[in-house]
């Protein structure tokens, strides 16, 4: 067996060799909501290109000197002539006074590129390190959702090697601290590596098949580490108990796998139906991190079952070698195995909490209640160029163009009118009549048509060579320009406020501002079925698991109530700009990326019931042997309370480590998987479980009778 795991682990970091560069850079929109069906007609009708890159070019003098405009008209002609370029729009092609700086030296390049989400990011890698810099008398850089997106693929692939550099020795650290062996340690961290490669390999396969997230690397490598590290601890752990208690080898490894196995397994196929839940989420982003997920949950447990004990049979008689702690037990000679014995701090803990379930059980949830309150005033909205450093090229020039512009290209809507009406008005007095209607609503700054530029009810502007874009055969396009920010509040009622304007025939209302809105409400109708589609799902897990009707019941509400605190914190640190000494430098938008919360629910869900697995797995065995349910429950928490904390430190360092990222979303996620873990471990596992278990008695473990009979629970005698 172990032949055969070493010959697979060099396989897949041979197949894993170059998996970073098939991973897409898309999929974080749904793909199927209006300002994405506008913005499909605009591209195939209209001659207004996208905002895919934006390039900022700054200009010695003025805009309009004669050796800058031929410049400009010459760079511009360039752009248009690149591989992967569609359209390109500049202020000396168009004339459109939008793409001029307000003291006149710099002008706008509008770039649209060919291809799928990820073709045009690629695109964008390719041919932006040609066009920025000095170019002649102009000095160029570059922003937009295509370049954005390939500085962020580029910082994770820096943060994935940083944070896994960094991760790793901190959980060695970790793991000699709980085993006070070099040789015990080495188990889980074979297995933790060997899940790594193997994930990494999954990636690139799922990439033949799927478009699978270049984010889904740094996501899943810190995943598959830390659930393999988790699990290996566990078996070791269990093993040598067994062995403590006087089992010979082989018979512990058995004991090992028919107990911590199942265990292991049980808890595998709780963390993989909470990314399955992820499936049903309508961002594609989503469902290539939950295949991948999957995949990686699935190869950290079949690692755990199946290495483990083979490497227990090798190395079991020598675990207890390279004892760090020998000198500090000297005088108080423990025997092997000692390191999974009971804890007296938990066991204090435990029988506190038994003794006055009501009291500490109560201020534990109005403590989680507290964290929970300023989760109740959440935004969202899509990821942007300020989810990377202040640093990166994108962000920077991004900056800049929304300080010197009038309009910023990310900002602002695109209507698409199809067909305009047949009334007894011409055409273009309908469309001009609507978009001085739209010039009324609060919060527009202007609207583009193709009659000219209105603000406040009238025109300003009369039509420029740019207008002649504005129209198409069969369809009229108005761009409607304003100061809100993609997923604040007030660009979500601008939203609202026009489509419920009435206009002259069908209309799609498109742009950056509209799809953030249209994004965060599809993620908002699909939540409810997934959700429900989870806690189903693991609920019938957790009663093959306990044989019990309360504890499964318990279980999901717990695990509800600890997320939300953890959910709160990230409210608090993210969107409100609080302790930001926690997670370093970031720029806040004031809102939350929409597909993290789901993404960070589901893994932190599955994590928090793999942990109450674990206690429950010990209360259950104690129980079921000698039928007294306070004394099981502090048994349980004894036994696994240094052993779970261990754990929780574990998964809470390979997460966390994300929060070093430079990418705000990984950061996000880091920051509130190990904050949610570390509270799951301590106050819900140490405090609010044993209380609910210690007031439910032996409701705890009530089943109907027959499987109760087959069972074997002492519980089913009396019931």
């Known amino acids: 067996m172990l032949c055969v795991a070493a010959l697979f682990a060099v396989v897949c970091a041979l197949f894993a060799g170059g998996s970073f560069d098939r991973l897409g850079q898309g999929g974080y929109t749904p793909g199927t909501t209006e300002a994405e069906r506008a913005d499909r007609v605009l591209a195939r009708q209209f001659a207004v290109p996208t905002d895919d890159l934006v390039l900022l070019i700054r200009t010695p003098g003025s805009t309009d000197e004669p050796r800058t405009r031929t410049a400009g008209a010459a760079f511009t002609e360039r752009v248009a002539h690149l591989r992967g370029v569609r359209r390109v729009a500049s202020y000396w092609t168009t004339g459109d006074p939008a793409l001029r700086s307000h003291d006149g030296r710099s002008a706008l390049a509008v770039v649209e590129l060919r291809g799928s989400e990820s073709d045009r990011v690629r695109t964008a890698g390719r041919i932006v390190p040609q066009l920025t810099g000095g170019q002649g008398v102009l000095e160029v850089s570059a922003t937009g959702l295509a370049w954005g997106r390939y500085e962020a693929v580029q910082q994770s692939r820096f943060d994935l090697v940083r944070s896994e550099l960094i991760a790793a020795p901190l959980v060695l650290l970790v793991l000699v601290a709980a085993y006070g062996s070099l040789v015990a340690t080495l188990v889980p961290m074979v ?67 028919r107990t911590a196995g199942r265990t292991v397994l049980f808890s595998a196929l709780t963390v993989a139906l909470a990314l399955g839940a992820l499936l049903l989420l309508p961002m594609p982003f989503l469902r290539s991190l939950a295949c991948a997920g999957i995949t990686v949950v699935a190869l950290s447990a079949a690692a755990a079952l199946g290495v483990v004990p083979a490497l227990l049979a090798v190395l079991g008689p020598h675990l207890d070698r390279g004892d760090l702690w020998r000198v500090m037990r000297r005088g108080n000679r423990r025997r092997a195995g000692a390191a999974s014995a009971e804890s007296p701090g938990w066991r204090r803990v435990g029988l506190a909490v038994a003794r006055r379930p009501v009291l500490i059980g109560g201020g534990c949830c109005l403590l989680l209640a507290a964290m929970a309150l300023p989760f109740g005033h959440a935004t969202f909205g899509l990821v942007d160029e300020r989810t990377l450093p202040a640093s990166a090229s994108s962000h920077g020039t991004a900056d800049r163009v929304t300080a010197d512009f009038a309009h910023s290209p990310d900002r ?110 599809a993620m908002a109708r699909a939540l409810p079925t997934a959700g429900l589609a989870m806690l189903i799902s693991t609920f019938v897990l957790l009663l093959l698991f306990t044989r019990s009707l309360l504890l499964p019941v318990k279980a999901l509400l717990v ?42 629910f589901c893994i932190a869900f599955g994590l928090s019931v793999d942990y109450e697995l674990l206690l429950l797995s010990r209360v259950r065995e104690h129980y079921l042997a000698h039928g007294d349910n306070r004394a099981a429950v502090v048994f349980g928490l004894a036994r696994t309370g240094r052993l779970v904390t261990a754990s929780a430190l574990v998964v809470a360092v390979s997460m966390g480590a994300l929060v070093l990222s430079g990418i705000t979303s990984l950061k996000i996620l880091g920051f509130g998987l190990a904050l949610a873990v570390l509270v799951d471990a301590t106050l819900v596992r140490g405090i609010l479980v044993p209380a609910a278990m210690c007031l439910a008695g032996r409701a705890n473990w009530w089943f109907p009778s027959i499987t109760r009979r087959r069972s074997g629970d002492p519980a089913g005698a009396g019931e």
Do not use: C
């Not at 060997?194 to 490598?221: D, P, Y």
């Not at 209105?454 to 025109?459: I, K, L, N, V």
């Not at 302790?579 to 919360?597: M, N, Q």
């Open 412 to 521: 602002g809507l695109k209507l698409v009118l199809t067909p305009p009406a047949r009334t007894e008005r011409t055409p273009d007095t309908a469309v001009t009549d609507y978009a001085l209607r739209l010039s009324r609503l609060p919060g527009v700054t202007d609207v583009h048509a193709s009659s000219g530029v209105y603000r406040a009810g009238r025109r300003i502007a009369p039509p420029t060579r740019a207008s002649d874009a504005y129209r198409a055969r069969d369809a009229a396009l108005l761009t409607l320009t304003a100061p809100q920010a993609p997923g604040s509040p007030a660009a979500e009622r601008l939203v609202t406020a026009v489509r419920a304007l009435p206009a002259p025939g069908s209309v799609l209302v498109g742009g950056p501002v509209a799809l953030s809105v249209d994004a965060t409400q």
């Open 559 to 600: 695990g509800l109530l600890s997320l939300t605190a953890s959910f709160g914190a990230i409210v608090l640190v993210f969107q409100d700009h609080h302790a930001t000494w926690l997670v370093g430098d970031f720029t806040p938008t004031g809102t939350l990326e929409t597909s993290i919360p789901p993404l960070l």
């Open 191 to 257: 297995i933790g590596l060997l899940s790594v490669a193997g994930g990494l390999a999954a990636l690139r396969l799922l990439s033949q098949f799927m478009e699978v997230s270049a984010f889904a690397a740094n996501i899943t490598t810190a995943l598959s580490f830390g659930l393999a590290v988790d699990y290996g601890l566990f078996l070791v752990a269990r093993y040598r108990e067994s062995r403590a208690a006087g089992l010979a080898e082989r018979s512990a490894i058995a004991e090992t796998v």
